[in-house]
C-alpha cells in the first residue's frame, strides 16, 4: 500500500526495464514511479489518467515540449516535468534547459544521487539543472552568439511581427528584469509571462537572453527609452526637481 505522504512520478512512455530500475531506486524514498501500460495513450494523456505530482519524460522538441506544457495549464494541470538522459552534446537537448517548459533537466550520464537530488529539489518547487548540461549550455549560448554576431546586421529584414504583450515583455527582458519583476509590473502571473516570453522568442528565433538584447539594439528599442527618459527628465528640470540617472 502507497503511503499517503509519497510522491507520485509519472515515467512517460517509458520502458518496462528502465520503470523496474527506477522502481528499486526509489525503494526507501518518499518517491513512487509510475506508468501507464495503455500504449494508445498520449503523454498528456498518461498524465491525465495517472495525476502524478512530478512527470519524468524523456529528450523532446522544445517545440514539443512547449505544447504539452501548455496543455497541461490548460487543463489546470501544472505538474513539473523533469527531463531525463539528455544529451548535453545534443544541441536540441540542452535548448530545452533554457525553457521553461520544464523544472528539473538531468544529463544521460548523471548517476542515480543526481536524480533523486533533482526530483527533491523540482518536489519542493525548485528549479534543477545538471552542472554537465549547464555547461553544455553556456557553450552552445556563446557559440550561436557569435555566429549571429557574424550574420547579423541592422539592416536584416524584421522577423514575423510581435504582439503588443509579446513586445513589452521582450523589451523588459532586454533591459534585464526577470519574470518576477515583469509580473509584477504588468499585473500577471510568471507563468503567463514565460508564456509571452517563450513564444515572442520563437517567433523571432532568439535562443538566449543575450541574443534578445541584441535584437533590441539593432532594431532601435532602446533609443524610443532614451527618447523617452530625456522627455521626462526635461519635465523635472522644468519643475525645478533634479534627478540624477546612472547609466550602466
Known sequence: MVSKDCIRVALLDGEPIFFDCLKLLFDQTNFVIV???????????????????????????????????????AARMDVPIVFIRLDPANCDAVRLTENSCGAGFVSKSAVSATL??????VSMG???????????????????????FERGGAGDALPPSLSAR?????????????????????????????????RAMQKLELPDRSSVVRFALLNDWFADLAAELKRTEAGKSGSGTSTHLKVV
Open 35 to 73: 506508468r501507464s501500460f495503455d500504449e494508445t495513450l498520449n503523454e498528456f494523456e498518461q498524465i491525465r489518467t495517472l495525476r502524478p505530482k512530478l512527470v519524468l519524460s524523456d529528450p523532446r522538441p522544445v517545440s514539443d515540449a512547449v505544447q504539452l506544457k501548455a496543455r497541461l495549464e
Open 126 to 148: 525548485g528549479v534543477f539543472v545538471d552542472p554537465v548540461l549547464k555547461v553544455a549550455a553556456e557553450e552552445l549560448s556563446r557559440v550561436e552568439n557569435v555566429i549571429q
Open 116 to 121: 533523486l537530488k533533482a526530483l527533491e529539489i
Open 166 to 198: 509579446e513586445r513589452e515583455v521582450l523589451f523588459s527582458v532586454a533591459l534585464g528584469n526577470s519574470s518576477k519583476e515583469i509580473a509584477a509590473k504588468m499585473g500577471l502571473s510568471c507563468k503567463t509571462i514565460d508564456t509571452y516570453k517563450t
